[in-house]
């Protein structure tokens, strides 16, 4: 057994203990485990002779230059948010590994300059807006999100400064034109490579996704003295819908389609449901394919309230073109694998990274993981130790391949 895949393994399971809700992995954006895994993160960061700091949206970003004339740097890293009730490597265990490439460039010496960069959020639970620290590194930050406000009432704005940070230094956190590129290590969350008995994967393209609201409005009334012929039923208008949705995606190639939350008001058991909004989330390695799946979805919302004497209404919370990952350091990392002896596999991201938003800036590369039952955002989740040794195999040889471009 390799003794640094398996510490790998450990920090991400202590990682895993700082939590907002005790036997459970909950931790959203800006919460106190946050300041915990920031603390935990930088004291490894600072032995390894690493320059820490935290930028204006939260993202801990630790510099490590074998010179003070590395020159260029290499960005490496993912998030540190989760989803509630989550596993405890998603994100997590990027960024310690990371760090453990950063180790293997300071025991070998290489002439390359490494900022390791723990995303403060990617998965967009608490403001309902996903990579919002990438977001910011990229230069990419629209300062209109910071009127967003979360379950509490809480605005963006003020969570940055709660945490003892300023919204107004965001756009100094922006990447500089010294960031040669960004590489994220990522478990798979999903069951190809598993599938294939593969351990890791270098990835190509992230299909593209959008994500909305929809919400169904009809009146909320008594529901033994409504008769049935006189109901304006958002929830059952909302299930139709639903049913709508999977049928859609199953009946068409390549795409995935989601409804994944449902808030009903009033909710409660003796009144008929007067308003219902719903998540949809559409995903497709063609662009042109998803944004017709959701116009035809949007259509189908909108005659079947029509229908029922009903409104329906929608907001796009995000519209993400499939992304390219950079051909030269995809080519890096396939090399690198030959090299390490393991089974050369590229693969498309079926989930959003940051790597997606990062590419929109700088040369992006994205190494996967195999997920053992192809299961993630769940407590099940697990990671092999020959997978994560051999994803450090791969890390020598690619950052050796970086070094020797200097060299």
Not at 371 to 381: D, L, Q, R, T, Y
Request: glycine share 8%.
């Amino acid at each position: 057994m390799s003794d640094r895949a398996t510490r790998v393994i450990e920090e991400c399971r202590k990682i895993a203990t700082m939590s907002e809700e005790q036997g459970r992995i909950t931790r959203r954006f800006l919460s106190s485990p946050v300041r915990d895994v920031h603390t935990h993160l930088r004291s490894h960061m600072e032995a390894l002779d690493m320059t820490v700091r935290v930028d204006a949206a939260g993202n801990l970003r630790g510099l490590w230059q074998s010179s003070p004339s590395s020159g260029k740097r290499w960005l490496i890293g993912s998030h540190i948010d989760t989803v509630p009730d989550a596993g405890a490597f998603d994100g997590v265990l990027g960024v310690v590994l990371a760090l453990e490439w950063v180790r293997m460039a300071k025991e070998l010496s290489l002439p390359i300059a490494i900022e390791v960069i723990a995303f403060s959020e990617e998965e967009g639970v608490r403001f309902g807006v996903p990579f919002i620290g990438s977001r910011v590194v990229a230069g990419r930050f629209d300062r209109g999100l910071l009127e967003l406000r979360d379950a509490n009432g809480v605005s963006l704005d003020a969570a940055l400064r709660d945490f003892g940070l300023n919204p107004e230094a965001i756009s100094d956190a922006a990447a500089d034109d010294n960031a040669a590129g960004f590489v994220e290590i990522h478990i798979e969350q999903g069951p190809v490579l598993e599938a294939e008995g593969l351990s890791v994967a270098a990835v190509n393209s992230i299909v593209g996704q959008s994500r909305l609201t929809v919400e169904f409005t009809g009146n909320a009334n008594h529901a033994g003295t409504t008769p049935m012929s006189l109901r304006y039923d958002a929830l059952a208008a909302a299930a139709e819908w639903i049913s709508i949705v999977e049928k859609h995606a199953r009946a068409t190639s390549g795409l995935v389609a989601t409804v994944g939350r449902v808030q009903v008001k009033p909710n409660a058991g003796n009144i008929i449901p007067g308003s219902v909004e719903l998540s949809l989330d559409v995903r497709h390695a063609r662009d042109h394919e998803r944004r017709a799946a959701v116009e035809e979805l949007l259509d189908a919302a909108q005659s079947l309230a029509d229908r029922r004497g009903i409104s329906a209404t929608w907001t796009i919370k995000m519209d993400e073109p499939a992304v390219p990952m950079d051909e030269s350091l995809t080519s890096y990392l396939a090399d690198a694998m030959e090299v390490a002896g393991l089974p050369v596999k590229l693969m498309q991201s079926g989930a959003g990274h940051d790597a997606m938003v990062m590419a929109a800036r700088m040369p992006t590369a994205m190494l996967f993981l195999r997920s053992p039952g192809g299961i993630s955002h769940s407590p099940a989740e697990a990671v092999r130790v020959e997978d994560v040794e051999a994803s450090l195999c791969v890390g020598q040889r690619f950052l050796d391949r970086l070094a020797a471009e200097v060299r």
